[in-house]
């Protein structure tokens, strides 16, 4: 078993990427078919935030341990070069497809279609980066997910606690802006 530090935030990223790729599948099905689904894209989309930011922030928290030259996290090595270069592709993506989906809503077309196209392009890309990073890690992450379960590493609580709390202000957030006044959401008169 490697660094307990160390095990405890891969089972973290693992956990919260598991119960990502189940809200990543709905999202990707609710935005395929935009016009009929778009409501339910957005819940989702908004119920995504949290958990995504936690997900950022345990994959952040060791890179920068590893690239800072922490031991532990030097000894349990770094992931695959192939996964190294496109992490920072999923992260930028990550952003691009947050922001605009988070601008659409907010503000509509107030500040001009270009949003829509961008939100569209960079969501087909994302979705395909992140098609390469799941397969490459679904695995390991489902394994990571479940083996607090088993053997009760030390912060399992904390860990699950964190997801499930992320899960509830996604929650709390995506219910708080269905009211906002959109241009996405059909209207009584079924316009």
């Avoid at 958990?51 to 890179?63: C, E, Q, T």
């Avoid at 001009?112 to 961008?118: C, H, N, Q, T």
């Avoid at 890309?125 to 030390?154: C, K, P, Q």
């Amino acid at each position: 078993m490697r660094d307990p530090g160390v095990e405890a935030d891969a089972r973290l990223t693992g956990y919260v990427g598991a119960i990502l790729v189940l809200l990543l599948a709905g999202e990707f099905v609710t935005g395929l078919r935009s016009k009929q689904l778009l409501p339910a894209h957005a819940v989702i989309g908004f119920l995504l935030i949290p958990p995504v930011l936690l997900k950022l922030a345990s994959v952040g928290y060791r890179f920068a341990r590893y690239y800072t030259g922490e031991p532990r996290y030097r000894a349990a090595g770094p992931p695959r070069l192939a996964m190294r270069l496109l992490g920072p592709v999923v992260v930028l993506l990550t952003v691009i497809v947050f922001a605009t989906g988070i601008e659409l809503w907010l503000f509509g077309y107030r500040f001009g279609f270009f949003w829509v196209p961008l939100h569209h392009a960079s969501a087909y890309l994302w979705f395909l980066a992140m098609a390469i990073h799941v397969g490459n890690y679904l695995v390991r992450s489902t394994e990571l997910a479940t083996a607090d379960w088993r053997d009760h590493l030390r912060g399992a609580f904390t860990r699950r606690s964190l997801v499930v709390s992320s899960l509830i202000l996604g929650a709390v957030l995506a219910i708080a802006m269905l009211p906002f006044p959109t241009p996405f959401l059909p209207t009584a008169g079924g316009g």
